[in-house]
């Protein structure tokens, strides 16, 4: 039952256009990176509240997502392929790590912190799971 819910989910994800995949991948990378290099706002002695690392995981794990969607790396692959969940991985890992190093160098008062690359890790390592479920359930697998 399950099974066959994931696997109609998976064909539906399928028949969405790759253009159209395509370019929510890049408005979601888009959002992703003026989101991560806003300027810190300081409020009073406050400090950083933990549903910043929850964020950090979900935003790293959309990402990861649609990279997988996008059919990265290339063009005549279907979603959720290993080759493509692992690139697309790769990506997100990557693109979260070159995230802390430009707020560190370009943003005010924005700080590169371990546990922001390990939260963006977490996210991507639910992303990769999630695509390895959906893989075992398209209908094409």
Not at 74 to 98: D, H, N, Q
Not at 106 to 117: E, G, L, P
Request: include cysteine; proline fraction near 5%.
């Amino acid at each position: 039952m399950m099974l066959n819910m994931l696997g109609r989910f998976v064909g539906f994800l399928e028949r969405i256009p790759l253009a159209a995949r395509r370019r929510m991948l890049t408005y979601y990378g888009i959002a992703l990176i003026i989101g991560t290099h806003i300027p810190r706002l300081k409020l009073g002695q406050a400090r950083t509240i933990p549903i910043d690392k929850a964020l950090h995981v979900v935003a790293f794990m959309g990402l990861a997502g649609l990279l997988m969607l996008a059919c990265i790396p290339r063009k005549a692959e279907r979603p959720f392929v290993p080759r493509s969940i692992l690139i697309s991985a790769a990506i997100a890992f990557i693109w979260g790590g070159i995230t802390e190093i430009t707020q560190e160098l370009f943003v005010y008062q924005r700080y590169a912190s371990i546990k922001d690359v390990l939260c963006n890790l977490a996210g991507v390592g639910l992303a990769i799971t999630i695509g390895f479920m959906l893989r075992k359930a398209s209908p094409l697998a």
